[in-house]
Nanobody, 129 residues
Framework: QVRHVESGGGSVQAGGSLRLSCAAS????????VAWFRQPPGKEREGVAV????????VYVDSVKGRFTISRDNAANTVFLQMNSLKPEDTAMYYC??????????????????????WGQGTQITVYS
C-alpha cells in the first residue's frame, strides 16, 4: 500500500523558513516522481513542487519559485521541501504524493492531483504577518 507521512509543519512569522519531510513506503520510491501539494483553507488542492526520480530535475509552481526547494533521498525513501521567505499566502495544509506510474513523470499537467496516489494526513503550515 502506497503511503506517505508528512512532518515538519508549524507556525512561523512571514519571512521565516521551514523544512518539511515526507516518509514514503509501499512502493519503489526511487522509481517514482514525488510531489508536494497544498490546500489553503476553503480552496482546492494545488501542486507546489515535484521532483523527478533521480532528484536532479524539479518543477515548481510560479508562486514558490526561488523560495522553495524540493529534494529527495532515495536511500531513505524521503522527500523534503525547504521553504524560505514564507508569506501568509503560503498558509495551507501540505501533502506529498507519488505519481501513479513508475518510471514516468509527465511534462504537461504535472500537478494533476488525480494522477497521484498515497495521500497522507498532511502537515499544517501557518504563516503570520
Amino acid at each position: 500500500q502506497v503511503r506517505h507521512v508528512e512532518s515538519g509543519g508549524g507556525s512561523v512569522q512571514a519571512g521565516g523558513s521551514l523544512r518539511l519531510s515526507c516518509a514514503a513506503s509501499g512502493y519503489t520510491f526511487g522509481r517514482a516522481c514525488v510531489a508536494w501539494f497544498r490546500q489553503p483553507p476553503g480552496k482546492e488542492r494545488e501542486g507546489v513542487a515535484v521532483v523527478r526520480t533521480g532528484g536532479q530535475s524539479a518543477v515548481y509552481v510560479d508562486s514558490v519559485k526561488g523560495r522553495f526547494t524540493i529534494s529527495r533521498d532515495n536511500a531513505a525513501n524521503t522527500v523534503f521541501l525547504q521553504m524560505n521567505s514564507l508569506k501568509p499566502e503560503d498558509t495551507a495544509m501540505y501533502y506529498c504524493a507519488a505519481y501513479s506510474i513508475l518510471d514516468y513523470c509527465p511534462d504537461g499537467r504535472i500537478f494533476a492531483t488525480s494522477q497521484y496516489t498515497g495521500w497522507g494526513q498532511g502537515t499544517q503550515i501557518t504563516v503570520y504577518s
